[in-house]
T-cell receptor
Framework: AQSVTQPDIHITVSEGASLELRCNYS??????LFWYVQSPGQGLQLLLKYFSGDTLVQGIKGFEAEFKRSQSSFNLRKPSVHWSDAAEYFCAVIYLTGANNLFFGTGTRLTVIP | NAGVTQTPKFQVLKTGQSMTLQCAQDMNHEYMSWYRQDPGMGLRLIHYSVGAGITDQGEVPNGYNVSRSTTEDFPLRLLSAAPSQTSVYFCASSPTGSNYGYTFGSGTRLTVV
């Protein structure tokens, strides 16, 4: 089955520390990859996406992600976390088969401590 | 430009009641979909549509019906609500082609008692 895995349910970091959120997709057809963020009680906001080309992509709010085909990964990073980054983060994929639906991981909740 | 509009924002139903969650978009997107979000499970695809008159099942379709009579509207129907359908529901739309720029609605929080 086509899937996307976020192995970390909850991560706590100190404000100003670096952040890496992990995402792995199941091996198969070349995917399109996305990271979304959801603040409490809010909808989803797209942080960045990867379709092809340069494997390091820059997004909004200072986030970046690196696509590694050999590891089937698309990890999200930020060099210095701000308190406002506390939210839930979702990795999502589109496998280019059929209707090209967007499938989500289970999410990683980020807590930022002062 | 309103984007994707979901109504209502909140709803409480009794077990066995029926209701329709509304979703409308004004971007002329061909693709529309419904997700449910539950704690620890991310967003799971319920139903989707690739154009007017065309719908198909996603990962968790049981208990839900959809129709797509126009490009703009994609309502989600619960025929007989169950407590297991307590969730937050999101509608999304996207243009077809290589853009895949999904736009999400603000969600409907449904409680079934």
């Amino acid at each position: 089955a086509q899937s996307v895995t976020q192995p970390d349910i909850h991560i706590t970091v100190s404000e100003g520390a670096s952040l890496e959120l992990r995402c792995n997709y199941s091996y198969g057809a070349t995917p399109y990859l996305f990271w979304y963020v959801q603040s409490p009680g809010q909808g989803l906001q797209l942080l960045l996406k990867y379709f092809s080309g340069d494997t390091l992509v820059q997004g909004i709010k200072g986030f970046e992600a690196e696509f590694k085909r050999s590891q089937s990964s698309f990890n999200l990073r930020k060099p210095s976390v701000h308190w406002s980054d506390a939210a839930e983060y979702f990795c999502a994929v589109i496998y280019l088969t059929g209707a090209n639906n967007l499938f989500f991981g289970t999410g990683t909740r980020l807590t930022v401590i002062p | 430009n309103a984007g994707v509009t979901q109504t209502p924002k909140f709803q409480v139903l009794k077990t066995g009641q029926s209701m329709t969650l509304q979703c409308a978009q004004d971007m002329n997107h061909e693709y529309m979909s419904w997700y449910r979000q539950d704690p620890g499970m991310g967003l799971r695809l319920i139903h989707y549509s690739v154009g007017a008159g065309i719908t198909d099942q996603g990962e968790v379709p049981n208990g839900y019906n959809v129709s797509r009579s126009t490009t703009e509207d994609f309502p989600l129907r619960l025929l007989s609500a169950a407590p297991s359908q307590t969730s937050v529901y999101f509608c999304a739309s996207s243009p077809t082609g290589s853009n895949y720029g999904y736009t999400f609605g603000s969600g409907t929080r449904l409680t079934v008692v």
